[in-house]
């Protein structure tokens, strides 16, 4: 199972900016497709983002056009840049794989996890 690791998370001001990190522990992730999810207090983990190894990508309705997910050019990083942040996103931020090719929005296919960072909005 690939190891996850998540940075970058931290508090912010309405409208600023931050930039999530993950880092898996092998090579062969570069293969799968890496999504972010987030889960609020007293809510689901629903899914933000994805991008396979051909840098596809998909987003979740409420953060297009604001987030960017990206891969490093060791393919075994990839980052969630957010701009102008709301308060609506504050919630713990979980990096995932999944063995797949199409980037997928589907919590059910990401079979490894990373421990989440928490990332605070402030009004």
């Known amino acids: 199972q690939v190891q996850l690791v998540e940075s970058g998370g931290g508090l912010v001001q309405t409208g600023g900016s931050l930039r999530l990190s993950c880092a898996a522990s092998?090579?062969?992730?570069?293969?799968?497709?890496m999504g972010w999810f987030r889960q609020a207090p007293g809510k689901e983990r629903e899914f933000v983002s994805s991008?396979?190894?051909?840098?596809?990508?998909r987003y979740a309705d409420s953060v297009k056009g604001r987030f960017t997910i990206s891969r490093g050019n060791a393919k075994n990083t990839v980052y969630l840049q957010m701009n102008s942040l709301k308060p609506e996103d504050t919630a713990v931020y979980y990096c995932?794989?999944?063995?797949?090719?199409?980037?997928?929005?589907?919590?059910?296919?990401?079979?490894?996890w990373g421990q989440g960072t928490q990332v605070t909005v402030s009004s």
């Open positions: 991008i396979n190894w051909g840098s596809t990508t």
């Open positions: 092998e090579r062969t992730f570069s293969t799968y497709v």
């Open positions: 995932a794989a999944a063995r797949v090719v199409i980037p997928t929005t589907r919590l059910s296919d990401f079979g490894s």
